[in-house]
């Protein structure tokens, strides 16, 4: 009876090492944090279109501001709970965890999406340059999380779910960011000196 037991113990014990119930926690905190931000990088995203594609006034400067504002903090935000997914280790996701990676990307794309699309509405507007000047810090800050949380989430990826990959479906907007953030760098050069000149 007491053979049995302890038996059954250590087969318990086992399966428990071998399939971890809670699986890989800082997925978790990540999974529910992208999906998020997604919502709210859509949401300010849609909003800037449709200011940038506008007349400019005071207003509607001070709207695309507070949605950058929102979007910069959040996206900052995102860089520090994707960060601890690189002490993931091979086979460390559960079942239910390994079945939600793909969503987990999907929302990431969705994130990328929108930021480019967000850069090239502001940098594409009629605002002038003393508008330009006060979203390109934020919007610049924005954009260069991207890479930021890519890179953790590849390696993430890679490691703990490399058949579950699907990062590849972001590159073209991640691309594109790049290039914008290069277009915003120049732009807040031209304004500093005073030229006026817009790419």
Known sequence: MQFS???LAALSLGSAIASPVGGFAPFNSAASKVA???LIVGQEANRINSWASGVPNANTIASVKKSLVTIRSNMNQLVETVSPLESAAKDSLSKEQIASVKQFQNDIK???VNLESVGNSVTNSNFDKTALSQFNPDLQSALTS??????NVLA???LA???YATY???YPSLIQIDALISI???LNLKIYIGLGIYL
């Open 5 to 7: 037991t302890i038996v």
């Open 36 to 38: 998020n931000v997604k």
């Open 110 to 112: 969705d994130i990328f």
């Open 146 to 151: 991207a890479p930021l949380v890519s890179a």
């Open 156 to 158: 993430f990826i890679n």
């Open 161 to 163: 779910a490399p058949s």
């Open 168 to 170: 590849s479906y972001w």
């Open 184 to 186: 915003i760098i120049n």
